[in-house]
């Protein structure tokens, strides 16, 4: 499949089977992670990879929809803002930009793969904090289920049309 059918035909998955991923899998899409693009190639992530069912039971805690219970994996992509680049001239943190890449890369690997993913940003920060007791430094930027898709219907996806988003300055 070429780049573009593969990120058009990922979408959000928000039911998963109980079938459990393999670890070999997870690796796979972790390494394609790892090798994202950052600002000044700083690197400012860490991912928590959550499969034992006690510790996913706590982190349900932090997001309350029952669709994320489904899930056997989730993984907890947390910024490491001490180490983030930050532009001079205002002092912008490029943190969330550079795990944005880094989540991009992770969610179009695991649907490479067969497998479902969804980005989770609504979810209670301050617990999810201390049940990985986090330094302030680090900033839990998103939870990622991940897990093979309960079934195969895909939402439609509503995007804007492509001369609303382009504009040629030659």
């Given at each position: 499949?070429?780049?573009?059918?593969?990120?058009?035909?990922?979408?959000?998955?928000?039911?998963?089977s109980?079938?459990?991923?393999?670890?070999?899998?997870?690796?796979?899409?972790?390494?394609?992670?790892?090798?994202a693009?950052?600002?000044?190639?700083?690197?400012?992530?860490?991912?928590?990879?959550?499969t034992?069912?006690?510790?996913?039971?706590?982190?349900?805690?932090?997001?309350?929809?029952?669709?994320?219970?489904?899930?056997?994996?989730?993984?907890?992509?947390?910024?490491?803002?001490?180490?983030?680049?930050?532009?001079?001239?205002?002092?912008?943190?490029?943190?969330?930009?550079?795990i944005?890449?880094?989540?991009?890369?992770?969610?179009l690997?695991?649907?490479?793969?067969?497998?479902?993913?969804c980005?989770?940003?609504?979810?209670?920060?301050?617990?999810c904090?201390q049940?990985?007791?986090?330094?302030?430094?680090?900033?839990?930027?998103a939870?990622i289920?991940?897990?093979?898709?309960?079934?195969?219907?895909?939402?439609?996806?509503?995007?804007?049309?492509?001369?609303?988003?382009?504009?040629?300055?030659?």
């Amino acid at each position: 499949m070429n780049f573009l059918n593969l990120a058009a035909s990922r979408f959000s998955v928000r039911n998963f089977s109980s079938r459990s991923v393999e670890k070999e899998k997870l690796e796979y899409i972790l390494k394609v992670a790892q090798i994202a693009p950052s600002a000044v190639n700083f690197q400012p992530w860490h991912f928590y990879i959550i499969t034992q069912s006690e510790t996913l039971e706590k982190l349900h805690a932090c997001y309350h929809r029952e669709w994320f219970k489904t899930a056997p994996v989730c993984i907890v992509v947390v910024g490491n803002h001490s180490q983030s680049w930050k532009r001079k001239p205002d002092d912008k943190d490029y943190c969330d930009v550079d795990i944005a890449i880094a989540i991009d890369h992770l969610t179009l690997a695991a649907h490479d793969l067969g497998l479902g993913s969804c980005w989770v940003c609504n979810f209670n920060l301050e617990k999810c904090r201390q049940l990985f007791n986090f330094a302030p430094h680090l900033e839990p930027i998103a939870l990622i289920p991940i897990g093979y898709p309960a079934d195969e219907t895909k939402p439609e996806k509503k995007r804007k049309k492509f001369d609303e988003i382009v504009t040629w300055i030659e």
